[in-house]
């Protein structure tokens, strides 16, 4: 592997941009390019330029946007990195995530210091100069990286995207074709009912990129089934591109995690390696280890041992990607004991006394995520007394935490209408409270507890079993807590406070003994945010297996 590293004399730049539809799967697809060059031993990092004008996610709404998924160092930034960061080991801080709106407002305030020495301030060359300096951090900071992958959100004839595909035709005319590549994913739609397929749109969305003044170099075209070489050949002859390198991307049937494995078969890497004139010695699939991973991960869902369904009870329930980590983890939980996960989703609205033993009665477990504001939170309470009271295995995830505390002072501890403050501030029993340096804070965006944090958990508890170790770093976003006044009271309960800040000053975890229920756990922090399919988290492992025991039971 190393003798690869040494061969690369400096860092190549891949640009993914996306055509003819939104929702292809930009993301997943430059994710898996990743995967695919991490398993020749090369070193990746992954960015993503977001066209909109919000300077980061923080502020948008999941459904506007899916979940905010947030990095070690506090970012917060599009879901697509979290996606970078299952399927490959690229660091990941705030400069892998671009927003216009960062790039606008790093010009603007330049030139209100005066920066910019008199000149007209113009789209062409700040905003584009902006972006490539943006581009080249990336190479600055991780000196020993080979490979900058950049994602250009936004589909290719959007008036947002212009800037973002101008700074990539100069930053090639800057570097030269032999270190940049272009590669773009269009959509092959075929017409039903004869199923006929149609090129015309990929020609139509290349002519659109050409007009740009970018020639693609290799195209990755959606589809549903695999292209036979016919239509290859006349994509090739029209988008002016070797039929080679028109590479399938079928629908997949199980899993997206099979997206570096059908790249690899269709020699997606093989041809990146030909166009960088770089060493072409690649493990083929059967002798790559880390592909076989990527196969045994793909194996569990098509042939799992068990199907499992845990109950996924929030707000934003009806929008995928609004928990898009969270789900992703649940599955990596289930892959060292080969079950598949599957999602009953429940909007926690609907839940009420009369119908949650209905509702969650097909669930061996049941998971209430982080969320904000005071919509769903009586369903979610009901759902967790449910679980805490038949022993089914829970799992509270920051907000899902704060509500398994409110619901144990409620029923257990008799502090009657106990809350957070974020939804009662006039609550006798804030057993979840504002954290004091938030209480001055006014201005919402990047204002939370965000990124990651160490904790020390406490000596013979579950989630010290758990993790096998005394301390732990996990990520954070939120602005309450788990108010300090109430400590004694639940430290003389049965509720174990399992985690704490390494100051002492934050409750990072709280649990039931297994004594008294099998497997009940709230995080303050996200775990989900750091599973990985060939390292899924122990929390999401032992959650599973317990969901799995439940399973067996009945
Ligand atoms: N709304 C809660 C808070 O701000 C929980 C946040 C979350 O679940 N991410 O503390």
């Known amino acids: 592997m190393l003798i690869h590293i040494y061969l690369v004399k400096s860092v190549r730049y891949i640009f ?34 977001d066209p909109y004008l919000n300077i980061d996610p923080g502020t948008m709404s999941p459904y506007q946007h899916g979940e905010v998924y947030v990095t070690d160092d506090g970012s917060e930034t599009d879901l697509d990195l979290g996606y970078y960061e299952r399927f490959t080991n690229s660091p990941l801080s705030q400069i ?40 080249l951090l990336l190479e600055k900071n991780h000196p020993d990286i080979d490979f900058v992958l ?50 015309k749109p990929t020609q139509h969305s290349v002519k659109e990129l050409l007009n740009q003044g970018i020639q693609p170099d290799i195209l990755i075209c959606r589809s549903k089934d ?94 995928s990607d609004a928990y898009r980590s969270l789900r992703e983890a649940l599955w990596h939980g289930g892959l060292p004991g080969k079950s598949r996960v599957e999602f009953i989703n429940i909007d926690s609205e609907q839940v009420t006394e009369d119908n949650v ?72 029993y804030p057993v979840i409270a504002l954290m004091e340096d938030q209480a001055s804070i006014t201005d919402k965006g990047g204002t ?26 996990e990520r954070h976003r939120h602005r309450f807590e788990f108010n ?8 003389k309960s049965p509720m174990v406070i399992s985690a704490v800040s390494l100051d002492d000053r934050l409750v990072e975890a709280v649990e039931l003994p297994q004594s008294i229920h099998p497997w009940f756990v709230g995080t303050q922090f996200h775990p989900e945010f750091k599973s990985q399919p060939l390292k899924p988290h122990p929390l999401f492992v032992s959650f599973i297996d317990h969901a799995r025991k439940v399973k067996l039971q009945t």
């Open 448 to 473: 939370m507890r965000l990124g990651a944090y160490q904790a020390k958990l406490t000596e013979g508890s579950l989630i010290q079993k758990i993790y096998k170790s005394p301390e732990i770093s």
């Open 16 to 49: 993914v941009t996306g055509g003819v539809a939104s929702s292809l799967g930009k993301g997943v697809s430059i994710a898996a390019i990743g995967t695919l060059l991490e398993s020749r031993g090369y070193r990746v990092t992954i960015q993503k330029m």
């Open 357 to 428: 033993a209905d509702l969650l009665s097909g669930a061996q477990g049941i998971l209430v995520p982080g969320g904000f504001g005071e919509r769903g939170i009586a369903g979610k309470l009901t759902t967790i007394r449910h679980a805490r009271e038949n022993k089914i295995p829970y799992f509270g995830i920051c907000l899902g935490m704060q509500c398994a505390v409110i619901e144990f002072a409620r029923n257990v501890l008799s502090m009657k209408d106990a809350n957070s403050t974020e939804f009662n501030v006039d609550t006798q």
């Open 150 to 199: 950049v994602e250009i959100g936004g589909t290719v004839g959007d008036i947002e995207s212009v800037p973002f595909l101008e700074a990539i035709r100069q930053f090639r005319l800057d570097k030269g074709p032999d270190k940049t590549i272009f590669i773009h994913l269009t959509l092959v739609p075929s017409i039903s009912p004869a199923g006929e397929v149609k090129t």
């Open 484 to 491: 300090n006044r109430f400590r004694n009271d639940f430290m």
């Open 226 to 319: 695999y292209l036979d070489e016919e239509v290859k050949s006349k994509i090739s002859l029209f988008c002016n591109i070797p039929v080679k390198r028109v590479i399938s991307a079928p629908d997949i049937e199980h899993t997206i995690y099979e997206i570096p494995l059908i790249y690899n078969k269709e020699h997606l890497d093989n041809e990146i390696m030909e166009y960088f004139k770089m060493e072409n010695t690649a493990p083929l699939f059967d002798a790559n280890p880390t592909l076989e991973k990527w196969q045994s991960v793909v194996d569990v869902f098509k042939n799992p041992e068990t199907v499992l369904k845990i109950a996924l009870v929030g707000k934003y329930i009806a929008l």
């Open 96 to 135: 892998n995530s671009v927003s216009t709106g960062q790039v606008y407002f790093t010009v603007i305030q330049r030139e209100r210091k005066g920066e910019y020495l008199g000149r007209t301030v113009q789209v062409i060359p700040h905003i584009t100069n902006e972006i490539k300096n943006r581009i």
